[in-house]
């Protein structure tokens, strides 16, 4: 983190600045980010403009040669007209948000390993639960119990990898302007009269939000998983909250930051719950990873797919006082495509 003047020159940093950009504190006082950071192209008129800048795992050099990614986020304070804070996430931190636009290599492989498994698994399933039905026609008692039993947990185990297809389908989502209420109306009623019947769910909409670009279908999905994963950690008797929000300037680099993608739609569901786990907060967006004892942690997983299908991030955090839990999307306007 780093204070910055209204003629833009240093005033402060903390210790993992000094880490990060190789200079101690003092050596950066009075000096301009110029002078420390080689500046993204845009970083002026955004600046100039809007006041405030957000750009998403961007490719930066300091002055003294040192490549990293980071999050660059400029935030202006409110009651001191022209100095503002300077954030840089460096790839941990932003992984811990939750942040991640590509699929890795290590993810790719399982995706295409779950893809060969489930077709060569299916195929034997189907043939021992029809064996199975064909031994219970003519069992009883003990026997017919049994092959029920037989029956019962294929079904449970074609369920599953039912749901890890899901995962496999690499078809390109067909993406069209789409009203977003619509959308969180639909999948708040699923959530209202199903499993979050006991729960309060509120609103906190910003009501000139423009069309986002996305997949409707995919949205409901998403939206109905984070919904899900916030009642099962408010708990009966919690809150849930749904908001949305227009962020000027917030983008992603994209093609290894040859261009930045326009993410400003916000969409978020807020639950008051305990949150993550710390240890597992940079796992969480990662298969088969749950804090639920009964949970298969394929929810998570599913909206980070999804997501990036659509050409948008979900971010965790932990946010406000007293804290809750946050899961983020940012989402592209339709008229910017």
Known sequence: MLMIDPAGFVRDANAAAEV????GRAAMIGRTLADLLILPGNYVRRADGAGGVALYDLPLMTTRGHRFRADFILTPFADHDGWAMLMLHNGAAAHRMGHRREMGGGARAAVGAASMLAHEIKNPLSGIRGAAQLIQRGADGEEGALTGLIIAEVDR?????????????????????????PLLDHARAVASQGFAAGITIREDYDPSLPSVLTHRDSTIQILINLIKNAAEAAGPGGAITLSTAYRHGVAVSVDNGARRLSLPIELCVIDDGPGAPPEMVDHLFDPFVTTRRDGRGLGLTLVDKLVRDIGGIVQYAREGDPERTVLRLLLPRAEDQ
């Open 157 to 181: 185990i074609t369920a599953l990898i039912d749901r890890m297809e899901e995962f496999t389908d690499a078809r390109p989502l067909v993406c069209t302007p789409q009203n977003i209420y």
């Open 20 to 23: 990060l950009l190789n200079h």
